[in-house]
């Protein structure tokens, strides 16, 4: 087995020092009763070439970008990443190396979360972020409950906009806490509903969670909403799917969220079917002591050096235990390198830029779209890259069917999250769709797809 | 073997000191549509601090900052709780194949059968490995996993309109299990051990207000729960649950399985046994194996298979919900299968003989040297404690001395019962 | 541009420093007459996802082995790569190094070559390496070039089975030098003619060169043309185009070859449509100072530590000028790296059973063409991976095509290179051919391609 | 910025020291068909002293030994006469491509027109930019690229019945080119030059016994040669040729072309000027450029197209022959093509401005410190001598103090007309 060094000889030697008599006896302290007398039932060991042939095999059963034209988003998007991207990341000194417990020999690793923390901070307008969560979702979770922490209060408001997945994850960490959670409406224009906000603040009411841009794309009135949180004592919470977006938008500090988190996957993650992705956690300096998951800071050695350390460790779980800010332990280390080494490359400029491209190609489909007889635009909020789609008849599914015979994934359907939502469906489109895909699709679903 | 001269050291500045205004380290196509400006009062002027540098100026940068790093690619990396295997190469390349790379999650499930079968049959995999009934593929890593089963857990007795407060955690658990705990709304009830669990400490603390035992076998010590099938029966008896920490499951592949033991769930870290890279801190991830009786509380969506087709169950009423915006992390699990289907049954059941015999081969050669505070039989990891040391030295000490002779330091300072 | 890290203040302020006014000053001595006044006419620059689409629709227009089942060979062999040896040798520091001219910083390099060529001694059963040529066939021609030197005889023997690419590069790299190149016969078992091999050599034979295997995949019989070479005072240069072969045969320095040479593609370089490979080159001892290019040699350094520079570099052009051994200056370093993972990965045990199965799988699909009405096999001599098939309708081309419409790549049909042969085909099958693949081959050539 | 603290510097031994009988690095599928034995007597026992390694001892082996080097990717890299790059990372993922890489070379070319197309447009897009009336892109490296030269200028003499025996070549000429004209067949006659070639010492050597002169343009002192389009004419009228080693044309992509300048032949280095790796000494890639009257001779095959498809014409009598198996080193042109696609008309020319600027930048900084032999404009390379160094100092401790510094030295004691 060429994972294994062990030879023959060696295994013959290491028993002789230990001083027993067989690789059984090693496991003499489990007792019979336990034991597994009979092989495991696996597939027989492929080969390295045999293992690729099954996996590309697998892989081709799939519908990825390269043989579809994809309108698929909806918090995973289809970015260009360069090349530059994976061949960094794929240096073993990076991606074989456990969490930096020793900042001697783990500086790399360090300081590349450091300027990742630097990133977030100036890509959301907060002043501290935190060495990553598992996704946007699961920092929305975390989010929630360091509002929690930090108000001592029990309600939190969610707006319906926020992304399914994300409200999901939220209920079901605070499943068991003493805690509710409350959702607010969504109004005509596809942002949240201010009125019922209104109504639903409160002075229990711990935080309030709007997703920028929400989940239909819509670009949201942070800044009414903190206002509004604001006066009821509560925490806003911006939660960021598309963070490409930030490269044009306000940002969520600017228009004064207490915590903004999201997932960085637009920037140079795979899709990969879900994951891995890498949350962000932002939030002021003043509560930095509440904030969940590993934190880097800066320091110097003996010899004035500048060096980076994990800090605050007070606060996780290792030493508080029971009482840690949160459970989380290993985070995405490795796509939040991701994340900085995209976001090294593209930088002031080209994160501009790339936005702008994004929201042109989507405002030039949405005109395609809305021009169509058959189709209308339900929300009339300004987006950024996504926008829902009507289907007059109702017919979602056939529409979407018929776009899949023409190799077009030309979105999602928002029936199973949003019954009210039964005939439309969430169209994204990125830098990656030509103006030619863009054509074919409005040309595909003008062509009968409606019908 | 010795720290050589010839190498190279080569300082690096943050990427920020090295930003230039005007340089540009991207291409873009250009713009094939009418540009499209968004109202101006939702827009940003720039972003303040925000990097400019040339493609050069990053590769190089990151490039330095990776030798200032020790991975295992670079040597001998022992530390313990954390198995840290080699990562085979192949499995990077697995990952990263167009089909599973670009393959976005939306994607209608007949279009995306490969990807669902080979959860499918990850999970099969590790239900066979672990003895569990169902395996959940989602969690993203070991303390997520941990959510997921002690959410299951406390979902199983509302089942049973128990409404229990506690779980008792043995002292040398890993700190994930009590913060774990708390999140699920339990109180954390610490009870002691001697190297492993008494049926006397458990019989003592299990009560009619525990919901659950949090239990690591082998535990953080290295060392079998030698009493495990009796205390899962006691617990069980007084209305208990057991939940297993399973970031040790390296050392019994092949060799005996948790569910056969009575454990009712265990979250497995593919990170670790399953050799996937730990990243420099993630992402891995955590499935969990449950018995029988708590298949229904699985977070959702689980794949399943119906026909020869798969598909991802949304309909279950009684889950848990689900952790996660989307699958779980479906590259780390590419990578997890690649590793089981190189390995097979018995390359398996090899690797976990091999750890075992290396921490004791460790143990015989330095247990005249330093002090071993338990001493049955290990498994794949021993653990000493400083008290031997001469001259004043402490771990610590002994820790950094490693690095100066190339090697990682072993884990230091864990678990929080052996001293030093 | 995002390769060049200028900014307009950049280049003000070194203009300034440097004492001129614009970027057209620096080309001040260039006289006008020579000077471009109109922009390069060349397609308008891409952006990174442009250009692999671009490259990727170029590459979409090949029959790679992905696609077609390939039978291919001939001097470039399909054979699996572990991925370990890709992402290693994508490791910057080797692949943007340049030749190891500073010892002191270019250890990893000049190391790493000198096991390149031990290895390639140990494979050869030779005493001497280089750190690499161009490919096998150049090689071969600085091979027989060296014999020249050695023996100042100026006629050399070059076996008409050699491959035809080799000879080919001989004849070019001999042309206007003081000798002459002599072809000797194949025998019909498809060895080299010993009869006309004994009838040619003479005192004035440098050397002779065959190939082992030769072109048709048969096995010389190099011990017997040695002792006819040497008792002529001639060398025996022994040309390796499928070096796996040597996993099972006796090496060609146990059978007396005073010059091996070959090719590494097939440990571990893929086939890339020719290039680049790595040739090596390997000779006794005592021919060392003859030797064409680098030589990486082991030292000491001032504290007693082992170290590796280039050595005997006087040799070479840089300071022989037109004496030098040979005008090769770069030559396929990385590739020879390559071929050094590679050989580190397959290792004693590894190699053996790779040619094994090479062999098996090679004699299994000849039993296979043998049985077929309509073919037959002109050679009867051993082979390794390779062999000559015979159509008796003499259709040779039309037996190709057919194949190839059920995407198979059948073989490189030799008429070209062989009037005589010009009925026949040569077939390579390596461990990458499965037996449904080969049997798939075989029913094809049955199921009517030999009409 | 000085060598700091922070890396890791690692000992490692050779992998046979590493070797281990019976470990293994390598796996193979079952062999599905019946085993095959060669003839005993044809065969070999072992392999005396071959490696027996894990797949891990390998990685680590090779990963330590990579961290002993310094590339372009580690930092600043100012060989003069090398012209080291940045080796974009697009390009490195391109030659990889299926399609691309996986091309048997023997395919027939209808198979094979996407490889066939890129070498035919990098050949068009080479003879643009030289300035040449057809390329070859076959040779494996620079100094292969003069033997085709030098070839067909032989090969053009013959067929005018022509057999003269010297070629003339400056003191400044990279040793390659002696070697080469001595290679084919030629006697070489060193000619001196002061900075660049006098008109006075080129027509005093150029008689009816010269086959051609090789020059290099802008020289190994970063020079000019200011009168090349007379120098060419004198050779020219006195039935010579013209060689030109074009290792230095980063200096004028776009500013001019050697084609325009009188010259008959010219090699390109892609691992130079276009941007290809130098992977610690090759493998490269050395296309030659011909004026019209040398197309005849170039090397076979020479890739054409008819209407719309690409073929390797095989077919010229007066063809030099090939000097390689196959077609060159396409996995190299295949980056070249990249590079030069990326770039687009300005971007060449703006790289060869950036050239020219950083080293006439270098030389403003550095002149009044070091002596500098020869003060004529430089173009994208100066040349100084250690004359003025003190303390006994001399070139090679400049060069090893530099390292201490993190940076890879300059090229030395090259060319050899300066001292030092
Ligand atoms: C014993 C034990 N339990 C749980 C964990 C947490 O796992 P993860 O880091 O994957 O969340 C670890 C990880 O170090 C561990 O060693
Ligand atoms: C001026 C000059 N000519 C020729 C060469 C030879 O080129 P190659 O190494 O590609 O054979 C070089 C390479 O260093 C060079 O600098």
């Known amino acids: 087995m060429r994972y294994l060094p062990h030879t023959q000889e060696d295994v013959a030697a290491m028993l002789g020092r230990i001083g027993i008599d067989s690789l059984e006896d090693l496991f003499a302290e489990i007792p019979a009763a336990v034991r597994l007398e009979r092989p495991l039932n696996l597939p027989p060991p492929l080969a390295e070439s045999e293992l690729l042939r099954e996996l590309r095999r697998l892989a081709g059963m799939n519908a990825g970008v390269a043989d579809f034209h994809s309108f698929l988003g909806g918090g995973a998007y289809n970015h260009f990443a360069p090349a530059v991207v994976d061949q960094l990341i794929s240096r073993g000194e990076f991606y074989t190396a456990y969490t930096p417990y020793q900042p001697e020999i783990s500086q790399g690793t360090l300081q590349a979360i450091f300027e990742f923390q630097t990133l977030i901070c100036q890509l959301t307008g907060m002043e501290a972020a935190n060495a990553s969560m598992y996704d946007g979702a699961s920092a929305c979770a975390e989010a929630v409950l360091m509002a929690v922490r930090l108000t001592r209060r029990h309600k939190v408001l969610i707006s319906r906009a926020l992304h399914p997945g994300y409200r999901a994850t939220v209920t079901a960490y605070c499943r068991y806490l003493d805690m509710q959670l409350e959702e607010v409406a969504v109004a005509a224009d596809g942002r949240t509903d201010p009125a019922d906000l209104l109504a639903k603040l409160d002075e229990d009411t711990a935080g309030l969670v709007i997703g920028y841009p929400n989940y239909f794309g819509c670009i949201e009135d942070l800044g009414q909403a903190a206002a509004a949180a604001h006066a009821a004592g509560a925490q806003l919470i911006a939660a960021v799917a598309e963070p490409l977006a930030l490269g044009l938008l306000k940002s969520p500090g600017e228009l004064d969220a207490d915590i903004v988190v999201g997932d960085g996957q637009s920037f140079g993650l795979p899709v990969s079917f879900g994951g891995p992705y890498v949350g962000f956690f932002a939030a002021r300096q003043k509560s930095l002591r509440a904030m969940p998951g590993r934190l880097v800071g800066e320091t110097t050695d003996l010899d004035g050096k500048r060096g980076f350390v994990l800090t605050l460790a007070t606060r996780e779980q290792h030493i508080r235990r029971e009482k840690a800010t949160s459970n989380i332990c290993s985070n995405q280390g490795l796509c939040a390198l991701v994340t900085t080494i995209f976001l090294s490359l593209f930088g002031k400029q080209g994160l501009r830029e790339l936005a702008m491209q994004n929201h042109a190609k989507a405002a030039y489909t949405r005109q395609g779209i809305e021009a169509l007889p058959g189709f209308s635009l339900p929300f009339a909020a300004a987006g950024f890259n996504e926008f829902v789609v009507r289907v007059e008849s109702g017919d979602t599914a056939g529409v979407l069917a018929a776009l899949e015979d023409q190799q077009i994934l030309g979105g999602i359907p928002l029936g199973g999250e949003y019954p009210e939502l039964q005939d439309c469906f969430l169209v994204c489109v990125t830098e990656q769709n030509t103006r030619q895909e863009i054509d074919e699709l409005v040309a595909a679903l003008a062509g009968g797809a409606a019908s | ?420």
């Open chain 2, 1 to 420: 073997m010795r720290v050589g001269t010839s190498g190279l050291v080569l300082n690096e500045k943050l990427l920020f000191e090295h930003s230039d205004p005007g340089r540009k380290g991207y291409s873009l196509p250009e713009l094939d549509v009418p540009s499209s400006d968004l109202p101006r009062e939702l827009c940003r002027d720039e972003i303040p601090g925000f990097p400019e540098l040339s493609e050069v100026d990053v590769v190089r940068h990151f490039t330095r900052l990776s030798t200032w790093n020790y991975g295992v690619d670079s040597g001998f990396y022992p530390l313990g709780s954390c198995t840290m295997k080699y990562n085979p190469k192949v499995n990077e390349t697995a990952a990263r194949l167009p089909g599973l790379a670009d393959l976005h999650p939306a994607t209608p499930a007949h279009l995306a059968q490969g990807a669902l079968g080979l959860m499918y049959l990850l999970q099969e995999a590790l239900a066979e490995i672990s003895g569990f009934a169902a395996v959940t593929v989602q969690p993203a890593a070991g303390a997520q996993g941990e959510l997921a089963g002690m959410l299951m857990i406390r979902a199983w007795h509302e089942a049973q309109n128990s409404s229990r407060r506690k779980v008792l955690i043995p002292d040398t658990a890993h700190g994930t299990n009590p913060a774990t705990a708390a999140l699920a709304g339990y109180d954390v009830v610490p009870i002691a051990s001697d190297g492993v669990l008494s049926m006397a400490e458990v019989e003592a603390h299990m009560d009619d207000d525990v919901a659950a035992l949090m239990v690591t076998n082998p535990n953080t010590l290295g060392l079998f729960e030698t009493h495990i099938e009796k205390i899962c029966r006691v617990v069980h008896e007084r209305g208990g649950l057991v939940y297993c920490d399973g970031a040790n499951l390296n050392a019994l592949m092949g060799i005996a399985r948790p569910g056969d033991m009575g454990i009712d769930v265990m979250h497995f870290n593919l990170h670790k046994t399953f050799s996937t890279p730990h990243g420099g801190g993630g992402p891995g991830a955590g499935p969990v194996g449950v018995a029988e009786h708590l298949v229904p509380f699985l977070p959702k969506p689980v794949v399943v298979k119906q026909g020869d087709t798969f598909r991802l169950d949304d309909d279950r009423p009684q889950s848990i919900g689900r952790l996660l915006a989307f699958n779980g992390n479906f590259g780390i699990m590419v990578r997890a299968y690649a590793y089981i289907r190189t390995m097979g049954a018995a390359g398996l059941k090899r690797a976990s003989e091999m750890a075992v015999l290396n921490a004791n081969y460790i143990r015989a050669c330095l247990e005249d040297t330093f002090d071993l505070p338990f001493k049955s039989r290990s498994l794949h990891e021993v653990v000493f404690s400083d008290r031997r040391l001469a001259g004043g030295c402490h771990t610590i000490d002994l820790a950094k001395r490693l690095i100066d002779y190339g090697y990682h330091p072993p884990t230091i300072y864990f678990p929080l019962v052996v001293k030093g």
